[in-house]
């Protein structure tokens, strides 16, 4: 009886199969990891646009708020309450000039910014350039003997749209 070897075949490269299958892989594995990056990227710019948003309305409502703080009271002939765009004018003995007792400063809508304009001086606006303002609304609230100011500011900034609301009562001066 005669035994027969049996010759194993070794294989010395890649089939045609195998390279389409390896390049297949390889696409799909390089084409998810890009559609992550490119979401994260999205995702990223989406939350930067949103703070970078909700910090200019912040501290647009900071600034008004010290400013009605220490207000001596609201001059009603020039400000707008209850409709957008408001304006609120206030007279405060804050940056009085050198022959006065009191001075006047407004908060209103130029443009689409929201600018202050203090007596005698050009608006200066208060919020970036990239922010739209799209609400600002002041209404008076009574609340026990103190005056108070609602103010209501909605903005965008490219597809984010947000709107912050604060009360803010005037401190009594005599």
């Not at 070897?5 to 390279?19: A, P, V």
């Not at 390049?23 to 703070?51: D, F, P, Q, Y």
Request: neutral net charge; charged residues 20%.
């Amino acid at each position: 009886m005669k035994r027969e070897k049996k010759k194993e075949k070794k294989f010395g490269g890649f089939t045609l199969i195998e390279m389409l299958i390896y390049v297949a892989s390889l696409v799909l594995v390089i084409g998810t990891v890009a559609a992550m990056l490119v979401w994260l990227v999205r995702a990223s710019n989406e939350v930067h646009v949103k703070n970078e948003l909700a910090a200019n309305i912040e501290h647009a409502l900071i600034l008004m708020s010290n400013e009605i703080r220490e207000a001596q009271s609201v001059y009603a002939p020039t400000s707008v309450f209850e409709s957008s765009p408001g304006q609120l004018s206030l007279k405060t003995r804050n940056s009085v000039p050198a022959d006065e007792s009191s001075t006047y400063i407004d908060f209103f809508l130029c443009g689409t910014r929201l600018c202050v304009k203090r007596e005698s001086q050009l608006p200066l606006a208060i919020t970036t350039e990239k922010i739209e303002i799209q609400n600002l609304e002041f209404a008076p609230v009574q609340t026990g003997s103190a005056r108070s100011i609602q103010i209501t500011l909605g903005a965008a900034y490219r597809a984010a749209v947000q709107e912050m609301q604060t009360t803010v009562s005037l401190r009594m001066h005599e």
